[in-house]
């Protein structure tokens, strides 16, 4: 799950700094609001790459995506691209987990293949 939430935190990185760029055009907002926003965002999706398995970590990634949906009130496009990202934060959450769950299944056969062929060579029968 880490690699592909991870992943989805990256490009939202460069997407939050791009709509920045996109923000300073707007008159009626000073360069100051603008990077400070943006750079919190940018901040958030790097240390979260960090924490997306830990206890809440998921949770806070979901509020990230609230906020650039609702960062579509700036910038327009947001709105789409926000949503985009949503629905990738929604899969790699949901397939990162399958995909852990299977790991740890072909690891447990792993051990138990090789527990197997222990016994096997020590000719002691299984508990």
């Known amino acids: ?59 806070l990634g979901w509020a990230l995506q609230i906020a650039l949906i609702a960062s579509g009130f700036v910038v327009p496009t947001m709105f789409f691209l926000g949503a985009i990202f949503a629905a990738l934060w929604w899969a790699s959450v949901h397939y990162g987990r399958k995909v852990d769950e299977a790991k740890a299944r072909f690891a447990a056969q792993a051990e138990a293949g090789a527990g197997g062929e222990a016994q096997a060579e020590t000719g002691s029968s299984p508990a």
Request: proline share 3%; net charge positive; charged share 10%.
């Open 1 to 59: 799950m880490r690699t592909l939430c991870s992943s989805t935190l990256i490009g939202e990185f460069f997407v939050i700094g791009f709509a920045g760029l996109v923000a300073m055009k707007d008159p009626g907002l000073s360069m100051t609001t603008v990077w400070t926003v943006s750079g919190v965002a940018m901040v958030l999706c790097v240390l979260l790459c960090g924490v997306v398995t830990r206890p809440g970590g998921v949770q």
